[in-house]
């Protein structure tokens, strides 16, 4: 037996790499639960087949979101730092930056901010100050880059190299792109993107670990068009919008979901600035999905 982590999926194969950093091939046993990449699981090994995944260890952490379809999947495990990668091209979404920012919040992971295809911002006037305003607050890094041109892509790098982190965001944005200029090659397949619909093609499949420095990961996720974080209720919305915590707790009422509720401490700290507009707007859009 031995402990491992999960750094790949190929069909119902998984890559694992053990503590002395060697990699195994594995099956899971039918009665485990579905391992992510970031899992830390306990292998039995096999002479004549592959190894086996017994058992998986207790999640720190785990990036889940509603598909398509309405089902829950988990993208990855045990995750340190979350990078959401926005390009001026295909559009970026505000609301999806603030789902992603609450997702990890809520996981109690840290979460940056890169503007990738840097060389596209005039073409598609994206107001770089703007997105300051709104999240230079709130990040842990905003780094202004360009995978094709290699700008940025060292103060990425630094933010990287001691703890696990999870590149995310729409498809077509370049996240397979960064990560290939990371590494210095070419490595990874990485697709066009679609010039009818403006809506990248998926590149990656499954959610991938590549180790980067001594101690660090950087997990490559699939492409998305949309992301739901998993949310029990509109409570749980708030606690993941880092800016609103001040505020909680001063509302004229205990139970305020801080939506049309009068003597709302949070909707009186948009008014006076202290809440950007933008962010407060992603919040009610979030409840509206929430049931309850």
Do not use: W
Request: proline letters at 3%; glycine letters at 6%.
């Amino acid at each position: 037996m031995y402990l491992a982590t999960v750094i790949a999926r190929q069909g119902k194969t998984y890559i694992v790499e053990d503590e002395q950093q060697k990699q195994h091939q594995c099956h899971v046993r039918s009665q485990a639960h579905e391992a992510v990449c970031g899992d830390r699981v306990l292998c039995e090994s096999q002479r004549q087949s592959y190894d086996v995944i017994a058992s998986i260890q207790p999640r720190v952490n785990q990036l889940t979101r509603i598909d398509n379809f309405q089902r829950t999947k988990t993208l990855a495990a045990n995750i340190d730092h979350m990078v959401i990668v926005i390009a001026p091209v295909p559009n970026y979404s505000h609301l999806l930056i603030d789902k992603y920012l609450a997702c990890a919040e809520l996981n109690r992971c840290k979460a940056s901010l890169v503007i990738n295809k840097s060389e596209y911002l005039s073409q598609y006037k994206v107001d770089i100050r703007q997105l300051e305003d709104i999240y230079l607050p709130i990040v842990e890094h905003f780094i202004i880059a360009s995978a094709h041109l290699g700008c940025g892509i060292s103060a990425l790098k630094h933010t990287l190299m001691t703890q696990k982190s999870i590149l995310v965001g729409q498809s077509g944005v370049g996240k397979s792109s960064i990560i290939n200029s990371l590494f210095g090659n070419t490595h990874i397949k990485v697709g066009s993107l679609s010039e009818n619909i403006q809506q990248g093609k998926h590149t990656t499949t499954n959610a991938c670990a590549y180790p980067l420095g001594k101690n660090g990961k950087i997990i490559d996720s699939p492409g998305v068009r949309n992301f739901t974080p998993i949310l029990s209720n509109k409570y749980q919305a708030a606690n993941g919008f880092r800016e609103f915590k001040d505020h909680i707790g001063q509302c004229k009422f205990a139970n305020c979901q801080h939506l049309d509720e009068p003597g709302c401490a949070i909707k009186a700290a948009v008014e006076s600035g202290y809440i950007s507009t933008q962010r407060y707007a992603s919040y009610r859009a979030i409840c509206a999905e929430v049931s309850s």
